[in-house]
């Protein structure tokens, strides 16, 4: 399985960013797809998950209602539509997939990691 993130940047605060992460190598309609992130000097953290084959979402409290989570199985692609973005939320993103049927937000059963995006939010 290889994952291939893009999308991040430098946006002001309020903005809005779209991430996306490319999936290949398997078919994944069994699969969990997540996006997590990662700031300076903390731990990584989830954010949000979508299974891919029935699209139920799951997300962090703290990005609930200002994050959406989607895919287009058509092209392989999972996006993270991330608006009214705060300082806070700078941090590396990553996307990850897991063989699951149901919402997984521990990081430790996510075996298969993208690069990592930079998004940094200025106040």
């Known amino acids: 399985v290889q994952l291939q993130a893009s999308g991040g940047g430098l946006v002001q605060a309020g903005g809005s960013l779209r991430l996306s992460c490319v999936a290949s190598g398997r078919t994944f309609s069994r699969y969990a797809m997540a996006w997590f992130r990662q700031a300076p000097g903390k731990e990584r953290e989830f954010v949000a998950t979508i299974i891919w084959s029935g699209g139920s979402t799951y997300y962090a409290d703290s990005v609930k209602g200002r994050f959406t989570i989607s895919r287009d199985k058509a092209k392989s692609t999972v996006y993270l539509q991330m608006n009214s973005l705060k300082p806070e939320d700078t941090a590396v993103y990553y996307c990850?997939?897991?063989?699951?049927?149901?919402?997984?937000?521990?990081?430790?059963?996510?075996?298969?990691w993208g690069q990592g995006t930079q998004v940094t939010v200025s106040s």
């Open positions: 990850a997939a897991a063989s699951a049927a149901v919402a997984v937000i521990r990081d430790a059963r996510y075996p298969y």
